[in-house]
């Protein structure tokens, strides 16, 4: 079983659409979460930071909730240039506090016209 | 704002033979991680350094070695290629271990 869980879709959606995606871990450890956006195997580049109070950036809404070690990104109005694979990522320093990254294998959204 | 830097982007090798990828983390970032990422897989951590020594390993085969040198970049030296070497190498930097990673453009690597 893999540390950090996600659907890996894909989701078609038109445009406008609200989307969401879940992931979960198995390290109850962890420290820090994020989502990181990955185009056409290009470098991930960090969407946003996840925090147990949940955080939203425009159109972009993430949770978390530690109990259940679960995490989510909403997407509202989705725009075609939305269309990519979505990592849910996480830092299970703990007490090395390493920094490594773990990563989920990815959802992949393709916002239709 | 100036970004991780790896070269090459593509290098082409034979198996057996040996490659060298170099990355060039943000000014003023001590820490640099190295990932793997095969045909349809998500990155997987290989190593990472912070103040020029080893931090972390990961799931990096023993033909495979790193550093990261005074001026902070890092190297990761490849040995005896084999078929399923071939991959996206990504190296990414932060501030420290705690901080946000910003990943390079990444090498692509394939050996015949």
């Known amino acids: 079983r893999k540390e950090v869980e996600q659907d890996p879709g894909p989701f078609n959606v038109p445009e406008g659409a609200t989307v969401a995606f879940n992931c979960t871990y198995s390290?109850?450890?962890?420290?820090?979460f994020f989502w990181y956006r990955q185009d056409c195997r290009k470098e991930p580049k960090l969407l946003m930071s996840?925090?147990?109070s949940g955080n939203e950036d425009g159109r972009f809404t993430a949770q978390l909730n530690r109990a259940s070690q679960y995490i989510s990104l909403l997407i509202r109005d989705s725009k075609l240039s939305d269309s990519a694979t979505y990592l849910c990522v996480v830092n299970t320093d703990g007490s090395s506090n390493t920094g490594k990254l773990i990563f989920g294998q990815g959802t992949t959204l393709q916002v239709k016209p | 704002a100036a970004g991780v830097i790896q070269s090459p982007r593509h290098l082409i090798k034979e198996k057996r033979e040996t490659a060298t990828l170099k990355c060039y983390p943000i000014?003023?970032?001590?820490?640099v991680y190295w990932y793997q990422q095969g045909p349809g897989q998500d990155p997987q951590f290989l190593i990472s350094f912070y103040e020029k020594m080893q931090s972390d390993k990961g799931s990096i085969p023993d033909r495979f070695s790193a550093q990261q040198f005074s001026d902070y970049h890092s190297e990761l030296n490849m040995s005896s290629l084999e078929l399923g070497d071939s991959a996206l190498y990504f190296c990414a930097s932060s501030r420290t271990t705690t901080d946000t990673q910003y990943f390079g453009p990444g090498t692509r690597l394939t050996v015949l």
């Open positions: 000014p003023r970032h001590d820490t």
């Open positions: 390290n109850s450890a962890s420290q820090s």
């Open positions: 996840v925090y147990s």
